[in-house]
C-alpha cells in the first residue's frame, strides 16, 4: 500500500528561524495535504497541494508529483508554531481515504 | 462558520467494555464521514469511512463487528469501540467533508481520546 515518510522526525528552532518539512509518498498521490496536530490532538488543515507551489501566511509548500515529494517551509518561526506537522496523500482524488505520515514534530523556542 | 464537533473529548474504560462517541457537523451537511484513529507513538489510520447512501466501508485491521458505525443522517455519525483492550487506547477523530467536490479535504472535529483500564 502506499507509504508516506516525513524527515525529520523532530526539529528544535529558536523563535524566528525557518523550518523545512519533507514528505516523500511511495506512489502517485493525486491529493496531498499538509496539517497541523496541536499538542492537544486536535489536527486542522494548513495546505492542500497535490503539485506545484502555493503559499499562505508565513507556509510555503512546494509539490513534484513526478519525483513523488513534498516540502513544507515555514518562515520566521513562532512559538506558536510547536506542534506535530502531518503530511497525508490520497491516491483516489476524493480526500475520503488519506494515508499519513508519522509526522515532524516541532519545538520553537523563545 | 462549518465545524466537526466529536464528543466526549475523553474517555476511559475498563478492559472488555464498549464506549460510544459521537461525531456532529455543525454548519454545514456531511456527504461522508470517515473515523481515524491515532494510537500512541504511530500515525493516523483510517478506520472506515462512511459515505450517504453507500454502505460503510472499514479498512483492513478493522471490522464492523468490532467497530460498528452509524450514520443515520447528514449531520450526525457515531462508533462504538465494543470490548475495548489497551491496543484499542489513542484518539480518534472524526472528518467530514461537506460535498463531492474532490479537492476539498475533511474537517476534522477535535478527537477523543480513548484510555482503556
Known amino acids: 500500500g502506499q507509504q508516506v515518510q516525513q524527515s525529520p522526525a523532530s526539529l528544535v528552532l529558536q523563535e524566528g528561524e525557518n523550518a523545512e518539512l519533507q514528505c516523500n509518498f511511495s506512489s502517485t498521490a493525486t491529493q496531498l495535504q499538509w496539517f497541523y496536530q496541536s499538542p492537544g490532538g486536535s489536527l486542522v488543515s494548513l495546505l492542500s497541494?497535490?503539485?506545484g507551489t502555493k503559499h499562505t501566511g508565513r507556509l510555503t509548500s512546494t509539490t513534484v508529483t513526478k519525483e513523488r515529494r513534498s516540502s513544507l517551509h515555514i518562515s520566521s518561526s513562532q512559538t506558536t508554531d510547536s506542534g506535530t506537522y502531518l503530511c497525508?496523500?490520497?491516491?483516489?482524488?476524493?480526500?475520503?481515504?488519506?494515508?499519513f505520515g508519522a509526522g515532524t514534530r516541532l519545538a520553537v523556542c523563545p | 462558520g462549518a465545524l466537526v464537533y466529536q464528543y466526549p473529548r475523553r474517555t476511559i474504560c475498563k478492559s472488555g467494555t464498549s464506549m460510544r462517541m459521537e461525531c456532529q457537523a455543525v454548519g454545514f451537511q456531511a456527504t461522508s464521514v470517515a473515523w481515524y484513529r491515532q494510537s500512541p507513538q504511530k500515525t493516523f489510520e483510517l478506520i472506515a469511512l462512511?459515505?450517504?447512501?453507500?454502505?460503510?466501508?472499514?479498512e483492513q485491521n478493522f471490522t464492523q463487528e468490532k467497530f460498528p458505525i452509524s450514520h443515520p443522517n447528514l449531520s450526525f455519525s457515531s462508533m462504538t469501540v465494543l470490548n475495548a483492550y489497551l491496543e484499542d487506547r489513542g484518539l480518534y477523530l472524526c472528518?467530514?467533508?461537506?460535498?463531492?467536490?474532490?479537492?476539498?479535504?475533511?474537517?476534522f472535529g477535535e478527537g477523543t481520546r480513548l484510555s482503556v483500564l
Open positions: 497525508a496523500i490520497d491516491e483516489s482524488g476524493s480526500f475520503n481515504k488519506l494515508t
Open positions: 462512511s459515505t450517504v447512501n453507500s454502505a460503510i466501508k472499514y
Open positions: 497541494n497535490p503539485s
Open positions: 472528518g467530514a467533508r461537506a460535498d463531492r467536490a474532490d479537492n476539498q479535504a475533511p474537517l
